[in-house]
Structures are given as structure tokens and as C-alpha cells.
């Protein structure tokens, strides 16, 4: 099959959505490159470390299963303000977050593109899903399209150019869980690290808001998950 050279740039957390997109990607586009982007949110004076380490040894395990991938690149975003609120008030939400990490991802592909003298589309990516807010959404995920195409493409066009696709804006985690295990990517599913509460026994907490989502969609998808301490 001939087209356009592709590389992938996908947000990489550690967790099911990001995974599994991070598969889906590579195997709908065999790109040349595929680059996974972790965010390193880590925010001095705040307790972001713990969180941070399990992420990262989830996504490396996680990069395992997957093979033939470019090493991680690590942005760092601090958002103390989201530190400031948590510790005010745990189960807030980091509203409108996308915005921020696909600002930093665009930025950083396009560089990395350059520098790699690859020429052909860079596409970004992650795991933006149905149930996690305004800023997963197709019609947020289409207006940030057009901001990368009108606000970065000038400057790299012709030899290259960046797109965004969110592969699973419509689909619910659920249907994400049930698409890896046609996949067969169950080792995937219990490398992929959902708790924010990052116990130090390596077990998910079962209880967080990220355990309670996870726990749903494998229910529902009827897989069993064998990751909790309780
Ligand atoms: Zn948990």
C-alpha cells in the first residue's frame, strides 16, 4: 500500500485509553515513526511523585507489549494550580487539560519532525474518549485540528505537516476495553495503570474515580481484571 510517509505522536499515560489508542494508531497508519509523549505533571512541593513514577513504569511496560516504538519523550507541564485544588478538594477534574498538552504536543512534533528530517504528516494523538470530558470531544478535537493546520502547518509546509486524529472521541471506555480484547491486547489491559492513588503495593486502590470507571468498562466489556487490591 503506498501513501504518505507517517509518523505518530500519541499522549502516552500509562492508562487504558492512551494504550490501546497508541496500537490502534500504529496498526491503521504503519507509520515510520511513532513517537509516544508522556507528560510529566510532577509540580514542586506538591505529592505528584508517586503518581508520576507508576505512570511512567506503566507506560514503559505498556511500550513493551507494543515493540517497535521511538523511546519516550517526556514534556513537563506543571499545573500547580490543579495541585493547589486537589488537596482542597480530591476528586476535582484538570478542566480543559487537552488544551494544554496538545498545545505542547503539536509544538513538539513538529520540532521533532524537523529535526529528524522526516518529511511526510505527523499526526497527534491519544486516548481522548467519550466519558472524559468537554476537551475528548470531536468538536473540541476538530477546532484544535484547525488550530494546528492554520497556527503551525504555515511553518513547516511543504516538505511536512501535522493533523490530529482522536480515534476514540465517540467510543466509551467500554468499547475501547472490548476493542483490545478482539485485539488480543490483554497484557496490555494489566500493564495499563488507572488509580490515582498509586499505592505503594503495585495493586490498583479499587476505589478512586479512576478504579471505579475502570472497573466498569472491563465489567461491562466482560474481561476480567485481576490489578485490584480489593
Ligand atoms: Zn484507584
Known sequence: MSGPNKAIYVLLS????????????????????????????RTPGY???????????????????????EPISQLQIP???YGVAKEKMKDILPYGRNSLLLSAAASFAAIDMRLRDF??????SGGFTKDDGADCSTEFLRYFREAVVSGLNPDILPERRLTLEGPFSEWTKSEIVRYAGNENLDQLLLMAWSCYEAL??????????GCIKRKA??????????????
Not at 505503594?200 to 474515580?209: A, E, I, Q, R
Open 119 to 124: 518529511r511526510g504528516e505527523g499526526i497527534i
Open 200 to 209: 505503594p503495593n503495585g495493586l490498583h486502590c479499587g476505589k478512586c474515580s
Open 47 to 69: 505529592s505528584t511523585q508517586r503518581a508520576y513514577d507508576r505512570e511512567l513504569e506503566a507506560s514503559k511496560a505498556v511500550l513493551d507489549q507494543l515493540k517497535n516504538t
Open 14 to 41: 500509562g492508562g487504558v485509553d492512551s494504550s490501546v489508542a497508541f496500537h490502534y494508531m500504529s496498526k491503521k497508519h504503519s507509520p515510520i515513526y511513532a513517537v509516544p509523549i508522556f507528560v510529566d505533571r
Open 79 to 81: 499545573m500547580k494550580w
Open 217 to 230: 468498562a472491563f465489567k461491562k466489556a466482560g474481561i476480567k481484571d485481576v490489578t485490584y487490591a480489593n
